[in-house]
């Protein structure tokens, strides 16, 4: 069993969410039976629907806090008939808003406050409890009801002080007792006093052995507890980002990225570490050679692949880009606007689409009307990607930090050059200087217009001067290494040197 370690999930989840996702489908391809373990708590969402939108199936997810229960990964299925008819012989009046439906219970000042999975049908994911204008009870449901919490008001809040974790029969499998950021948690036969204790705990429930594999994904708060308790198994960390800080290291001193430093400095408890590129893996090796002395096993393996190269049925659109992204303001999607304002000067018919969601797309879209160029850049919103890019000339990125670069990828699988600032590690992946696109300097002295400016020129040289044909061509070769079945093979070999 492949047991593989990540703290949260959400709905615009980030690239490490997306990476544990692939490696499930992987392998499962490949017939290796894996579980994926998340460690927070989700409050306002059902991890089912979380992991399922993702790609998990409900089989591979362990939840830490219904591992200790016989509650299974579930849907949200209990409905308001249900929850009705717990309410006896009690006389209420009931309300509905959207997803939101309201109970008031005759002659009391008690009132339910019911939260829907959606609008649309009868789920009940919650019920809030409120007694005397005060919250007192919340209760989360899947098929069954799962945990509730129990609320006191403290300083005119409502503050949580209990959860209660049940059983599918409805008897308590254990507690939570919340003392401010100190909790414990007791069992019918034992009392655990953290939240990294309860995780250990989860480990050596496993029973793990030789023939188990852990991998780490994130190890903040987490990591020290599982490795203590995962002997016999083979322990890996996966590496998601840029490991250390360059402004903070010298000849003598490195300073390592803190998600990794602890795993890092117990390198004799690690049996290997996974990056995403060789650049990554080169760097890597050599600082374990230069700081520590030591030289650990690293293993090179893609978080994506593209199961097919994609061409164009009837062309590509005249001097097309395209970027996708979350719309957060590291990815610095503003810059391309500007940039591509900048080059129509030059180039006729230039455009740019814009694919993804995220916090940024209400000052985009006020920047394309600011600019009065929503004529030929568009923010397309989120979409599967599969078929999208081969209908473009060439993809732009504005990124000054990409680990690995799913959507590089998929852009190069469809024969996309590549237009992109030269940091570590997906554009100097991805992009091969003058022969599938364009490195463009960058460091932090660069303000924001010298930056706008260099992207601006390189759209304009590529639309200009290169070959774009050629360019094509050497984008599809260089995507034949991200071909699903070759990423597959990576995985077996690895597999195979650890079990």
Known sequence: MIYNFNLGIGWASSGVEYAQAYRAGVLRRIGREAKFIFTDMFPTDNIQHMTENIGFLDSEVIWLYTFFTDCKISPVTYTLEQLEASFKDQEYSVSREGSRVTYRFEGTDLYYTVYLTDGKDNCVHRVEMVSGGCLIRKDYFTYCRIYTE?????????????????????????????????????????????????????????????????????????????????????????????????????????LWNNYYEYAFSQHRYVDFYIVSTDAQNRLLTEQFRKYMGITPFIATIPVGSVDELRYPEGGRREHSLITASRLAGEKHIDWLIEAVWEARKTVEHVSLDIYGKGGEEENLRRLIENLDCGEYIHLKGQYRMNHVYKAYEAYISASTSEGFGLTLMEAIGSGLPIIGFDVRYGNQNFIDEGENGYKLPYHDRMDKKERIHVLAESIIRLFTQADLEKFHRHSYEKARTYLTEEVEKRWINLLDQMI
């Open 150 to 254: 129990y609320y006191a008001p403290l300083n005119n809040q409502a503050h949580l002080y209990q959860r209660r974790f049940f059983n599918e029969d409805g008897t308590v499998a254990y507690e939570e007792i919340i003392d401010e950021d100190a909790v414990m948690y007791q069992f019918p036969d034992r009392l655990i006093c953290s939240k990294a204790e309860l995780v250990g705990c989860l480990v050596s429930r496993l029973n793990l052995t030789k023939e188990d594999v852990v991998i780490i994904d994130r190890t903040t708060d987490i990591g020290q507890t599982i490795m203590q308790n995962a002997e016999p198994a083979k322990i890996g960390i996966a590496v998601h980002a840029d490991h250390f800080s360059e402004s903070g290291t010298d000849e003598d001193h490195i």
